[in-house]
Structures are given as structure tokens and as C-alpha cells.
């Protein structure tokens, strides 16, 4: 893996092009939330936003729409069924686009396990599989629908914390000590790119692992993870390598928390302030980018 430091970080900010429309500037479509944490889409796809994807569309359970669509009105919202597989492999081929799910899922739904299953057997991009749907990671079918898509030259991108990687390391018998030979191994395993989440954060493509030492403790709240999978796979809808997009989202995530703590009190952050100060940490790095 290549290393990154400031300067090379602020090199992949995803600058809009002047002719730039919100399609070219990338769709991201999110599969998220539920009837007992519908905050998690709003929160993944408010910060997709922030992130600088131009197309943010949700599709949630039905009793959910009304929620997401007053909370932030810029939001596609659609009801789960309304989801069509057909249009998106289409529409995939002509534009860049990425897909995440599973934030705020309940995983033990069959028509939620469905929508994760039909996700990774069909979507020609990028998918970065979160919160719920990780639950779903150990199934054999699931294992081989993420293998099938590594060979074919899709990424998957799973963001387990410490608890979901050990159950799913538990299913190939994978040593769990070393956070780093974990995130090396998962990969491995999943035929993923993994983002280990915890302390330092651990991102390993299944060759190397790259270490993310700048997070803070004032990130160790609830839905700070779905703002992480609205910011990478916001980066990767922008059609961003995703290994860069990983560094870059957990990078700027963690900023974002230290910029919140710092104001508020590390006490005090909880994850709507990370998505606040999410534009104060894409500014500095742009710094980084006029120094170098």
C-alpha cells in the first residue's frame, strides 16, 4: 500500500470540475436505517454530502420516508421498494456511482438480509457494507457473493469495530489479538478492503495495511460510524480509488472529531457535530494542498 502523509492526502480532495452536474460529481445510493434507528440513514447520507457526493438518494422502510425528507430536504428519499437493480446496472455504466449499506440495519429482517444479498450479487461498483448488514458477512453466500466480486474487479468495503471483527473472524478460525494482522486477514478472507474501526484505525486491502493514528476518544458515540460510511463511500462515488478513499474518510472523519472536541469538549461531541465540522477539516487539508 503507498504511504500518505498531508500533502498526498489533500492531492485526492475531489475537486468538482466547472462543468461539473450532480450525476458526473457521483451518485452514491444508500441502503440504510430502519424503523428502530432511522437516524443512521440521515446521518450517513447528510455526511455523503458533506463529503461531496452530487447525488445523495436513500431508500429506507416506508414509515421512515417522511422522517429523512424533513430532516434535510436536499435527500433523496425512496422507500425500500421502490429500489430497482435493473436501473442502477445501467445507469452504473455511464456514471460514477457507489453504494452503502447496512447502516442502522436490524440483521435479523429476511427482507433486510435480502436487499444486502441482491446488493452484492448484482451492483457493478463500489459497495461499503456497514453497521447491519456486517452481521450478515460470516453467511456462506455472502462470503462467496464478495469473493465473486473481488475476481470480477469490484470492491467491497466492510467497516467492522473490534466486537463485528472478531464474529467474523471466528467463522475461519482468525487470530484476534493484532488489530493490523486482523484487518490483513479479514480482508483476505472477505475478498474486502477493510476498515478496522477502534482507537487507531486499521485499513488493509489484503496486501498491506496502512495505521490511522489521528482518531480521539470524542468519536466513541453512537451513529459516528454511519457519518464514516456516508464520508468513504461519498469519496468512492466520486469514482476515488478505495483504499484512498478509506485513508482520506477516516482521516477526515477523525479530524472532524478532534475539531468538534476541541470547541465543545471531547465530552460533549456527538455524531451530527462531526458531520458539522466535517467541512472546517476538508478546508485545512486544502491548506495542506496550497502549502505543498
Not at 480521539?216 to 462515488?237: N, P, R, Y
Request: with cysteine; net charge negative.
Amino acid at each position: 500500500m503507498r504511504s500518505y502523509d498531508a500533502s498526498s492526502l489533500a492531492q485526492l480532495l475531489p475537486y468538482p470540475q466547472r462543468e461539473a452536474n450532480k450525476y458526473t460529481r457521483g451518485k452514491l445510493t444508500l441502503l440504510v436505517g430502519s424503523r428502530t434507528y432511522p437516524g443512521a440513514a440521515g446521518l450517513a447520507a447528510l455526511a455523503s454530502q458533506r463529503a461531496g457526493a452530487g447525488y445523495s438518494e436513500v431508500y429506507v422502510e416506508d414509515s421512515v420516508v417522511s422522517q429523512l425528507q424533513i430532516y434535510h430536504p436536499s435527500l433523496v428519499v425512496k422507500e425500500w421498494s421502490a429500489w430497482d437493480m435493473t436501473d442502477e446496472v445501467a445507469s452504473t455504466a455511464k456514471r460514477p456511482h457507489a453504494y452503502v449499506v447496512g447502516s442502522g440495519f436490524d440483521s435479523q429482517d429476511p427482507f433486510i438480509a435480502g436487499i444486502t444479498h441482491r446488493l452484492l450479487k448484482r451492483a457493478q461498483a463500489p459497495v461499503l457494507v456497514d453497521g447491519g448488514a456486517l452481521k450478515l458477512m460470516p453467511a456462506r453466500k455472502i462470503r462467496d457473493l464478495c469473493k465473486r466480486r473481488y475476481e470480477k474487479g469490484f470492491a467491497t468495503v466492510i467497516t467492522p469495530h473490534g466486537g463485528e471483527a472478531k464474529v467474523m473472524a471466528s467463522v475461519f478460525a482468525l487470530p484476534t489479538d493484532d488489530p493490523e494482522e486482523l484487518s490483513l486477514t479479514l480482508s483476505q478472507a472477505y475478498g474486502a478492503i477493510t476498515v478496522l474501526k477502534g482507537p487507531d484505525t486499521y485499513i488493509s486491502d489484503g496486501d498491506s495495511t496502512y495505521r490511522m493514528e489521528e482518531g480521539t476518544a470524542a468519536l466513541s458515540k453512537a451513529g459516528t460510524g454511519d457519518v464514516l460510511a456516508g464520508v468513504i463511500g461519498a469519496f468512492m462515488a466520486q469514482a476515488m480509488d478505495p483504499v484512498d478513499a478509506c485513508v482520506l474518510g477516516t482521516t477526515l472523519h477523525a479530524r472532524s472529531g478532534v475539531l468538534a472536541a476541541r470547541d465543545l469538549g471531547p465530552i460533549s461531541v456527538c455524531a451530527e457535530d462531526v458531520i458539522q465540522y466535517l467541512p472546517q477539516a476538508i478546508r485545512a487539508l486544502e491548506n495542506e494542498r496550497t502549502v505543498s
